[in-house]
């Protein structure tokens, strides 16, 4: 019994150091080593990944609903953001924490403001109104402490009976250059508010007939108001047009793109929308009707043009307001009906483009006004989602601004356009 003990005792232990000795070695053979995790490729950053919401303006001074932000201007020495408030007819003015701590309303003369922008390097404050019932079109000029020094109106200039002022700009010339709703050109003002000139880019345009804007700034907010009642659509119905949209913003046929017929017709004055001016004073005119930018130097002589007319990506629609970020060299547009935000390099190449419609961050319900503050940051008027975004971007542009273009790729042709003659 003790010898069969010994035995079966001797039997584990040998068993047991067996499978002690091919455990040891399984485990460390290649085959048992645990693998290590792929590496998973870094795809490239896309458009929503590079831009970041910082927040969203949606309230007034008294805590109420922003209604209908129709324009929207950063002020960089203040590092002010000044927004025109459509449906209250009024300017609101938010500081560095994003808290409107002013108004500038009736009581500084200002009823229907519709831009405004500034000459801080002599003190003074634009804003663009429209035609009312007691008041035409006009000007106003403010000091820096925002009292009224002036007020200038347009129907006594030439071609400026009917001029309803939507933007503007000082360019480095000390001149005034003003944009009007379904004026063919720019206004072009000396610096004590007196007529210089028309700055007017000339393409091939197919007429259509005329739309029928507005009359008074009271209409249009009767249109905003009804409107206000049913702003609900689905995301995938980009094109869709609400209804009771004011006549200025309905969409336009796809007419004002010149057709094989009309390429031997004569050029046109375009339809300008809005402006952008840089350092160095080369001028940058958006045209919602040709869906494209014209391009003139310190001395309005004309350098290029870019843009195509579409429903694509790189294409514009509606683009109704650009803006120019110096540091990272490009060029932002609104296009209205796609709810996009496009960007181009400052010699007109398509970078990508964002949004789309919706009611998230980063998402637009017809958007109808862009700028750049001194941060960099994007300041985008969100018509009917009432709302202003404030987003911050991650990129870079390596595209020159001008000059030799050697080793780029190439910019895709664009068949459909015809470099437009200057008169």
Not at 6 to 27: E, G, P, R, S
Not at 161 to 173: A, L, Q, Y
Not at 209 to 216: G, R
Request: aromatic letters at 10%; a neutral charge; charged letters at 25%.
């Amino acid at each position: 019994m003790a010898f069969n003990k010994k035995h079966n005792t001797a039997w584990k232990l040998a068993a047991f150091w067996l499978l002690f000795v091919v455990l040891a070695w399984h485990l460390g053979s290649p085959l048992a080593q645990e693998k290590p995790a792929p590496v998973e490729e870094q795809k490239p950053a896309t458009p929503r990944e590079v831009m970041r919401l910082v927040t969203i303006l949606n309230q007034d001074d008294r805590g109420k609903p922003l209604r209908f932000p129709i324009n929207i201007s950063a002020e960089n020495d203040q590092e002010e953001i000044y927004v025109i408030n459509g449906g209250q007819g009024n300017i609101l003015i938010y500081g560095r924490d994003f808290f409107p701590h002013l108004v500038l309303g009736a009581g500084r003369g200002i009823d229907s403001p519709q831009c405004i922008f500034f000459d801080m390097e002599h003190g003074k404050v634009f804003i663009g109104q429209n035609h009312t019932a007691q008041n035409p079109s006009r000007l106003t000029i403010l000091n820096a402490a925002f009292l009224p020094e002036k007020e200038v109106t347009f129907t006594a200039m030439p071609d400026g009976e009917k001029f309803s002022i939507t933007n503007g700009m000082v360019g480095k010339n000390g001149k005034l250059y003003l944009i009007g709703n379904q004026s063919r050109g720019a206004l072009v003002l000396d610096a004590e508010g007196k007529f210089s000139h028309w700055l007017k880019p000339m393409d091939k345009i197919f007429l259509d007939a005329p739309v029928k804007t507005s009359d008074s700034t009271e209409e249009r907010l009767e249109y905003l108001a009804e409107l206000q009642k049913n702003t609900a659509a689905p995301p995938e119905e980009v094109s869709a047009v609400p209804e009771g949209l004011p006549a200025e913003l309905l969409p336009k046929s796809r007419g004002t793109i010149p057709t094989d017929k009309e390429k031997g017709k004569d050029l046109q004055p375009v339809l300008l929308h809005d402006i952008a001016i840089d350092s160095d004073g080369r001028i940058f005119l958006l045209s919602e009707e040709t869906s494209k930018v014209y391009v003139y130097g310190p001395g309005e002589n004309f350098l290029f043009s870019f843009g195509q007319k579409g429903g694509s990506s790189g294409k514009m629609s509606r683009p109704r307001g650009l803006c120019l970020d110096e540091k990272k060299k490009c060029i932002y547009i609104v296009d209205y009906m796609r709810h996009t935000i496009l960007t181009f390099d400052m010699a007109g190449r398509f970078i990508f483009e964002f949004g789309g419609r919706g009611t998230g961050a980063l998402w637009f319900n017809f958007p109808t006004a862009i700028d750049v503050d001194r941060q960099g940051r994007l300041l985008i008027a969100d018509l009917f989602n009432n709302r202003v975004q404030i987003l911050e971007s991650d990129f870079t542009i390596s595209y020159p601004v001008f000059g030799n273009t050697k080793g780029l790729p190439p910019k895709q042709k664009d068949t459909s356009r015809d470099e437009p003659a200057q008169p």
